[in-house]
């Protein structure tokens, strides 16, 4: 039987119990009943009313209720809006992550202190003139690497056979998951570390519930493009072990 909430199976034969993954009220579906798929959903963020009150409530309800969030999110809905989300908070948290890293400096902070004294080709130019340009330039970043992103986790599932509502979806997920967090650089020290650590649970929670696939295939979609930086890192690790020797044996 298929939960009307959120349209997975729910192994049950009788409406009377709970659906076991979002915890609705089992119900008999009526003839005339549109199914969830076709039921209009929306989210805070593509509502009416103000900026700053969609801003809030999206980025609470991503954050902290995430399966309901993801569950409720349109997979059809344009990727116009999710791109202005995650250009407004993905800036706030560059602007944020600059500040604190331009203060790291100032007081010779172990491990957090940017020591661009020691990279050749950036040297000769002042850190605060840097991290200005990469603020400046940042908007443009956010737009280019969303879009490549969503690609590669798009590709990988397709590989896995998990790209059940198509590129959009996986856009829209990827967006929310990704820019909740960035508002962790609002912390210093450790809000980098624990915004990291976040968006990657938002986002296999947001592949999970948007292509309704099973928590194995979203995590190894996500993780499908580090094992492979791995591999290939690792192979050009020998590759360069063996030629390099080589070469210059025969010198």
């Given at each position: 039987m298929l939960c009307p909430k959120c349209a997975r199976e729910t192994g049950l034969v009788s409406n009377a119990d709970k659906c076991p993954h979002c915890g609705a009220q089992m119900t008999m579906a009526m003839p005339n009943t549109p199914s969830p798929e076709t039921t209009d959903k929306i989210i805070t963020w593509d509502d009416q009313g103000s900026i700053l009150t969609r801003l809030f409530n999206t980025w609470r309800e991503s954050m902290f209720h995430p399966t309901r969030f993801f569950n409720q999110m349109p997979t059809?809905?344009?990727?116009?809006?999710?791109?202005?989300?995650?250009?407004?908070?993905?800036?706030?948290?560059?602007?944020?992550?600059?500040?604190?890293?331009l203060l790291y400096n100032a007081l010779h902070i172990p491990f957090l202190s940017m020591e661009i004294e020691k990279i050749p080709f950036l040297r000769n130019f002042p850190l605060h003139l840097l991290l200005g340009a990469w603020v400046i330039v940042s908007p443009l970043f956010i737009v280019i690497m969303t879009f490549v992103m969503t690609g590669i986790y798009h590709l990988c599932l397709m590989v896995l056979g998990g790209n059940k509502k198509g590129f959009e979806a996986?856009?829209?997920?990827?967006?929310?998951?990704?820019?909740?967090?960035?508002?962790?650089?609002?912390?210093?020290?450790?809000?980098?570390?624990?915004?990291?650590?976040?968006?990657?649970?938002?986002?296999i929670i947001g592949f999970r519930e948007t292509h309704r696939i099973s928590t194995g295939k979203a995590v190894l979609a996500y993780f499908i493009p580090l094992i492979l930086c791995i591999c290939l890192t690792c192979g050009l690790a020998v590759l360069a072990a063996i030629l390099i020797p080589a070469f210059l044996t025969s010198r």
């Open positions: 059809k809905a344009g990727i116009g809006k999710p791109l202005i989300y995650i250009l407004i908070l993905g800036f706030i948290g560059i602007v944020f992550g600059a500040s604190w890293q996986t856009f829209r997920s990827f967006v929310y998951a990704g820019a909740s967090p960035s508002l962790f650089n609002i912390l210093p020290f450790c809000g980098a570390y624990v915004g990291g650590i976040w968006f990657i649970v938002l986002v």
